[in-house]
């Protein structure tokens, strides 16, 4: 009898019955008819370029393995796929090949197509997307549309973030230490007409509904740090020469007194202004240009030395009328605040380090909770010295005003804001680091924006029954520091809707993160031709219940899916303020201890594994490599372990198959034994049908939403050795005694019952292992319920040890008293043996567990 487990022979077969069959599809006409509670498990989509590798088989063998227990436990399941396939990824990708971006990002889908069915991944294929396709983009466009009509949507002229590499602007999440996210190359500030999304009307909601979600909590604080919620004053500086008003925000209004200069980020929209026909204004044009190109992280670093301009220009403090000039320094930033700060050196370290560099004022307004010099020193002396500057701390306030000298600065703070709001020159007011996002791209490859510019109407939104504008196929599409759609002149040419003359077309592309932040809106009715979804079936599917990816989409996708989920239940459209309500991220693959990338060489391809060890194998090891939320590092020894050990699965449940009457005849089982639970198991019999229902609550826990996959295939793997070793006992037995006819009974049971729980991840060997056990289908099967009757026990093994040194086990009974485990330690005569010559100076007993004789 050859029994050889065979991957390259199951997977397909089994692959194929379920592509025939659609075993995966999920009809909404039919989403209540069985009274099943819908349940939507989704997966971050994939950037398609180049191929897939083991961060995507890690992500989907999560995703895929939730998806097959809730089936099973009586739930229907939504399991999509898609592709995020407009964007810099796949346009990268396709400059790379020499491809053009459509080309190249069809041939990369089909290559993720091919080999996520390779994994055997439990998709509905029927409801599968692609954010390059008209009729994805489609509804992009309308989305834009209905938050142009409902004022989310600006387009501005803004100093914003360019990367000279993609020749593209970014937005502020895609910037990381002042470097693009993906080029690494130092970003430049420019001043271009853009597109902006009013996410920051939604800072507060976005901050306050993380309280409600599922999320892992550094997530959340990603989020509540980039979002920045700040309490403070806003105060409103004034030029006189121009009258114009500049508006500060500031923390601190109870060091207002203390302001003695002015000072504006060079990235500021006004600098360059203050300064035209001035004499100024080549040094300052000349210092905005250097400090645009230089690292933010650094110009904000508190020991870089300070420089900066004067730009000739002055504004009246409101508080007290003194006129302070102004500065453009590079150490303020246009990330916080209004791009512009009221200087306040006797109170802050990077303002008094810019005073003394330029020689000026430094006034103290808050001085120590007792108001008076160290004795000994002048009180003058101490108020302006360099050794007690700038203060930081709290205390009463001086030199400031009447009505608050004397005032402790922290009941000050609430006392002069409301003094400004009375005179019209403030109020308080809360502010967010969360800016407004950015969304146009000079680059071809993404979605184009549905708007035309007509010099008579100005900027028109297409009509609704115009959509989709197609993105034309153009030759040359490289980045050129302006859109490549431009030199597309016969597309650009077009006719305004309003007044019918002639008009041109928006020429920016929609930022990819726009089509991602819907997309799992469009599975929930992926084939709807009349409209971006029909929300009695969306808001039925709505929030997904786990969402699964990588943490360092925290800031950029999840942030922008979570805005717009509440900007359309606003607008209307839909009724789901958050769009994930559970979250797991998960850890990445290493190799060698290093991130895998092809320049290093040290990248395992997912396709070489499948082809050597299965797909089940793949997908086993890369949960079992560790805690799935953590980092692990990638084993060649470790795939062939599992792959090791689920052949010995295998083997042993088509052994007790076969040798209990089945057989299999062109993948036909017939004459199946059946995998019942045996009656009224006895002995080495029991035991391993207790060590079954162990396994059942073990795997159960660690997949009831905890993850802890590596600890259930673990489990799996434990109750596979106690099966090995009952079936080497029952193959020694005569088949026709009572007592190997039972023990096979309990062996085909264990090997049904180890089978049904590897299915979420090795879904393929289960389903051939328990067809040839059962005849029935693995997955249409009830997850399997552990009895407390086998989980209760009359015995239990206790660990004896003398020192914290393991030197025997024994039986106990359950329930034992300390004192009846105290006297089985010391009759044991192994203990005795380590006891001789000793005194016992306690014996430390834990129930159910152990107990330790301590000597000397």
Request: net charge negative.
């Amino acid at each position: 009898m050859e029994l050889r487990y065979d991957p390259q022979q199951i997977e397909p077969r089994w692959q194929q019955v379920w592509a025939d069959e659609r075993t995966w599809h999920v009809d909404n006409a039919a989403l209540d008819a069985d009274g099943a509670e819908p349940v939507y498990v989704l997966e971050m989509l994939p950037y398609p370029s180049g191929e897939p590798h083991v961060g995507h088989l890690k992500n989907y063998a999560i995703g895929d393995a939730v998806a097959h227990f809730r089936r099973r436990q009586g739930k229907t399941v939504l399991h999509p796929m898609g592709f995020d396939s407009f964007g810099l990824p796949a346009e990268n990708n396709a400059i790379k090949t020499g491809q053009h971006p459509r080309e190249a990002t069809e041939a990369s889908i089909a290559s993720f197509q091919r080999q996520f069915r390779e994994w055997g991944v439990s998709i509905d294929w029927d409801r599968e997307i692609a954010s390059h396709r008209p009729d994805y983009y489609r509804w992009t466009q309308w989305i834009f549309l209905q938050l142009l009509k409902a004022g989310l949507v600006e387009r501005r002229s803004a100093a914003v973030n360019w990367d000279p590499v993609e020749e593209t602007v970014l937005a502020n999440e895609q910037v990381i230490d002042g470097r693009g996210e993906r080029s690494g190359a130092l970003v430049e500030i420019r001043q271009l007409e853009q597109w902006f999304l009013r996410i920051t009307d939604y800072a507060q909601r976005l901050l306050d509904d993380l309280d409600g979600i599922g999320w892992p909590e550094h997530v959340k604080t990603m989020q509540r740090n980039w979002i920045g919620r700040s309490e403070g004053a806003r105060v409103v500086f004034h030029n006189e020469e121009l009258d114009r008003d500049y508006e500060v925000f500031t923390t601190r209004p109870d060091t207002l007194f203390g302001a003695t200069f002015f000072v504006m980020a060079p990235e500021h929209a006004d600098v360059l202004a203050l300064v035209e026909g001035t004499e100024q204004e080549d040094e300052v044009r000349a210092y905005v240009n250097r400090a645009l190109t230089a690292d933010r992280a650094e110009r904000g670093a508190a020991d870089k030395p300070k420089t900066g301009v004067f730009l000739g220009r002055y504004v009246v403090n409101p508080v007290n009328g003194e006129r302070l000039p102004m500065y453009v320094a590079d150490y303020v930033l246009m990330d916080y605040g209004t791009g512009a700060i009221m200087a306040v050196p006797g109170h802050d370290q990077r303002d008094f380090d810019f005073a003394r560099a330029y020689g000026l004022p430094v006034k103290r307004v808050i001085v120590g909770a007792d108001g008076e010099a160290p004795e000994g020193v002048d009180p003058e002396a101490w108020a302006t010295s360099d050794d007690a500057l700038p203060y930081t701390g709290d205390g009463p306030l001086v030199d400031s005003h009447p009505e608050f000298d004397g005032t402790p600065n922290r009941e000050a703070l609430s006392a002069i804001t409301a003094w400004l709001a009375g005179e019209g020159k403030g109020e308080a007011t809360v502010n967010f680091r969360l800016r407004d996002w950015l969304v146009s791209r000079q680059r071809y490859w993404g979605c184009p924006i549905p708007v035309v510019h007509c010099e008579a109407c100005g900027m028109v939104p297409l009509p609704e029954d115009e959509l989709p504008v197609l993105l034309p196929d153009i030759e040359d599409y490289k980045p050129k520091g302006r859109s490549p759609l431009a030199a597309a002149e016969d597309w650009v040419a077009t006719t305004c809707p309003t007044c019918g003359g002639p008009a041109s077309r928006e020429t920016d592309t929609l930022d990819t993160f726009v089509d991602s932040s819907w997309y799992f809106l469009r599975y929930t009715d992926a084939r709807n031709d009349g409209a971006a979804w029909d929300p009695a079936v969306t808001n039925r599917w709505m929030p997904v219940d786990q969402y699964i990816g990588g943490v360092e989409h925290a800031i950029l996708h999840l942030l922008y899916a979570r805005f717009f989920c509440k900007a359309l239940t606003d607008i209307g459209v839909l009724d789901a303020q958050e769009p994930f309500q559970n979250l797991f991220t998960q850890g990445m693959i290493t190799k060698d201890g290093a991130k895998m990338s092809k320049s290093k060489g040290n990248t395992v391809a997912p396709r070489e594994i499948v082809e050597r060890f299965g797909a089940d194998s793949a997908r086993t090891y890369v949960v079992f490599l560790g805690p799935p939320d953590q980092d692990a590092d990638w084993s060649d020894e470790g795939v062939e372990g599992v792959h090791r050990f689920l052949s010995r699965l295998w083997r042993l449940a088509a052994e007790a198959a076969e040798l209990g009457g089945a057989t299999v005849v062109d993948g036909v089982v017939s004459g199946a034994p059946g995998a019942a639970l045996p009656d009224d198991p006895q002995g080495d019999d029991l035991e391993l049908v207790r060590k079954a229902h162990w396994a059942i609550e073990k795997v159960s826990h660690d997949l009831d939403g905890r993850f802890s996959f590596n600890t259930a295939v673990a489990a799996v793997m434990e109750l596979t050795n106690v099966l090995s070793a009952r079936r080497n006992a029952v193959v020694e037995l005569d088949p026709a005694t009572p007592e190997a006819i039972a023990g096979w009974a309990a062996v085909r049971y264990a090997a049904a019952t180890a089978v049904s729980l590897i299915q979420p991840f090795a879904p393929h060997l289960a389903a051939d292992a328990y067809e040839r056990l059962t005849g029935l289908r693995v997955w249409e099967q009830p997850w399997p319920q552990a009895e407390q009757r086998f989980l209760q026990r009359d015995e239990f093994e206790l660990v004896l040890q003398v020192q914290g040194k393991v030197r025997d086990r024994v039986l106990a009974p359950t329930g034992a008293s300390k004192d009846e485990l105290e006297q089985l330690a010391l009759a044991s005569e192994k203990v005795q043996g380590f006891l001789e010559g000793k005194t016992v100076v306690k014996v430390v007993v834990v129930p159910g567990k152990l107990v330790n004789v301590v000597v000397r």
